[in-house]
């Protein structure tokens, strides 16, 4: 996921090099935050998600103590 923010803001800057006025410059600077704010959101509900999983998953995630054992007479 670093990597893909990295090349997709890399290749954002590059194209805004080739503007001609200030307006393009400035929507190119917006696509470039929407973009990488997509790339950060997937990347979080990414982590969420597979956090659940995990939580669900695991069976030595213990919920309270621990039980005691049977006590003989």
């Known amino acids: 996921m670093l990597v893909w923010l990295i090349v997709g803001l ?3 800057s590059a194209e805004g090099e080739s503007c001609a006025d200030q307006l ?13 704010g997509i790339i950060l959101f997937i990347w ?3 982590a969420v998600i597979l956090g659940v999983v995990w939580l669900v998953t695991n069976r030595s995630f213990q919920r309270g103590p ?3 054992p049977p006590q003989k007479w």
Do not use: F, K, L, M
């Open 10 to 12: 890399n290749s954002a």
């Open 24 to 36: 393009c410059e400035d929507a190119n600077d917006v696509g470039t935050a929407i973009g990488a």
């Open 44 to 46: 979080a509900a990414g």
């Open 66 to 68: 621990a039980p005691r």
